[in-house]
């Protein structure tokens, strides 16, 4: 697939998606966020792709956020629209069946932040920064930060991030648990690849089923949410891939999985 503004490779089922505006700290506009709309929905139905990396281009920026002089000139009801749009595509990079790992190379502020969060796991750069800045521009986060957030760090920290507009180390980001791990530069890729392949290595209905349950438990009551993770890991029990783990446990050999 070519874009304009996104780089495509897909290699030994993980897909790299590196999001490529360097000049513009690989800001978000209407153009790059439609080519990852299209991107994603490709990816959901691809059978080939079973995980996913977002990253970005140069060595300065993951993502500086939304792309400011785009939206300097919005009406309110544009940017209303806007924020609608980014929020759907975030959503489906969430909801994508494969886990996607964001690999933070720079600056994460505002939209990119929000970007990382919708993804499943954040690994950093020693270099990188966090930080929800809008207040600085007279607004909100709009790609899900005020949501996903407090979700991710609790309420008090999310808070004192989102009202300063404070900017933090990779290494703070880390103690709060806004990311999972911080690496040099260099090895960045190789660890977001790393975690990939090792999820790839276990039974796909259940990689798959851990994601999803967290994510729909979300939303739910605890009781309904408990009822839910029942319902699955009974369901489990009636793959050949459950049988495998657990016949191969027993037999002191490794599974071989096959995602049935
Ligand atoms: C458009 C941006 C940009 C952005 C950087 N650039 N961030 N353009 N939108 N969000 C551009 C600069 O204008 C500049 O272009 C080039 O990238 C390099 O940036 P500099 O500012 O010169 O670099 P530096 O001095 O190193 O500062 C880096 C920075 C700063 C601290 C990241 O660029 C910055 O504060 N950026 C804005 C961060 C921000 O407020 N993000 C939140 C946006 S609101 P030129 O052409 O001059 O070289 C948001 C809302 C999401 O994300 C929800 C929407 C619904």
């Keep these: ?9 897909v290699e030994e089922g993980i897909a790299t998606i590196t999001l490529n505006r360097p000049k513009a700290l690989n800001a978000l506009n209407s153009a790059l966020l439609t080519e990852l709309s ?6 959901a139905n691809d059978s080939s792709v079973q995980a996913a990396i977002i990253t970005g281009a140069g060595e300065k920026a993951f993502v500086a956020g939304a792309d400011i002089s785009e939206m ?25 069946p494969q886990p996607v790992i964001a690999a933070v190379n720079g600056f994460a502020l505002g939209g990119g932040c929000e970007l990382a969060m919708a993804c499943d796991i954040r690994v950093a750069s020693t270099n990188a920064k966090f930080g929800q800045p809008e207040v600085n521009l007279g607004i909100v986060a709009g790609f899900g930060g005020t949501q996903r957030l407090p979700r991710l760090v609790g309420p008090g920290i999310a808070k004192e991030l989102l009202m300063t507009g404070d900017m933090i180390t990779a290494d703070r980001a880390a103690q709060i648990g806004l990311v999972n791990h911080v690496v040099a530069p260099e090895e960045l890729l190789g660890k977001a690849k790393e975690i990939a392949a090792k999820m790839l290595s276990k039974a796909p209905f259940a990689v798959q089923f851990s994601k999803k349950l967290v994510n729909e438990g979300f939303n739910m009551d605890l009781d309904r949410a408990l ?13 050949e891939d459950r049988l495998e783990g ?9 599974a071989n999985f096959k995602a049935k």
């Design 1 to 9: 697939m070519n874009f304009e503004n996104l780089i495509y490779s």
């Design 38 to 43: 299209t991107l994603i929905d490709s990816i």
């Design 72 to 96: 300097h000139g919005k009406s309110p009801l544009e940017a209303r629209g806007f924020s609608q749009f980014g929020n759907a595509i975030f959503r489906k990079i969430e909801q994508l």
């Design 227 to 239: 009822a839910m993770e029942s319902e699955v890991f009974g369901t489990l029990f009636g793959t």
């Design 246 to 254: 657990m016949t191969a446990f027993l037999e002191k050999r490794s």
